[in-house]
C-alpha cells in the first residue's frame, strides 16, 4: 500500500462520506476486510476520486446513477450523503435517479428514489 495515496484517499472519502461513516468501517474491519478498507480507501478513493479530470460533484454524479442502477442500496444510502457533501442538490439527485429509470428500469429508479428520500430526509432533520 502507497502511504500517501492512502492518507490522500482517507481525505478524500472522508470529506464525501463523512467522519461517522468512514470511521465505523474503519473501526468495523477485522483481520478478513481490513485489506479490503484499505485497497478501498487506496484505489477507489485515492488513486480514482483523487484524479484532476473531473470535479467530485461529477463523480458523485455517475456513482449515482452506477449504483442505482447495479441495484446496490447500502452504497447508494453512503453516496446520496457523499453526493449532498460534493455539491448535489436534492432536484440534481431526483433528475439522476429519473434517468436512471428510463436507462436501467423502473424497479431501480423506485428502489433508488426510496433510498434518496429517507437519506434526504434524514440530513433536513439534522
Known amino acids: ?13 472522508r470529506a464525501t462520506l463523512g467522519d461517522a461513516y468512514v ?4 473501526e468495523n474491519a477485522d483481520d478478513f476486510t481490513k485489506d479490503l478498507q484499505e485497497l478501498v480507501t487506496t484505489y477507489c478513493w ?3 476520486w483523487g484524479r484532476d479530470g473531473i470535479d467530485r460533484k ?5 456513482n449515482l446513477a452506477m ?4 441495484n446496490r442500496p447500502h452504497e447508494l444510502a453512503a453516496h446520496v450523503r457523499g453526493a449532498v457533501n460534493n455539491g448535489l442538490s436534492r432536484a440534481e439527485i431526483k433528475e439522476i435517479l429519473l434517468q436512471v429509470g428510463i436507462y436501467c428500469g423502473v424497479p431501480a429508479m423506485v428502489d433508488s428514489f426510496r ?3 429517507t437519506v434526504l430526509d434524514e440530513l433536513e432533520a439534522e
Open 115 to 117: 433510498i434518496a428520500k
Open 1 to 13: 500500500m502507497d502511504k500517501a495515496t492512502y492518507d490522500k484517499g482517507m481525505e478524500i472519502r
Open 46 to 48: 485515492g488513486e480514482v
Open 67 to 70: 449504483i442505482s442502477a447495479l
Open 23 to 26: 470511521d465505523k468501517a474503519i
Open 58 to 62: 461529477t463523480r458523485s454524479t455517475i
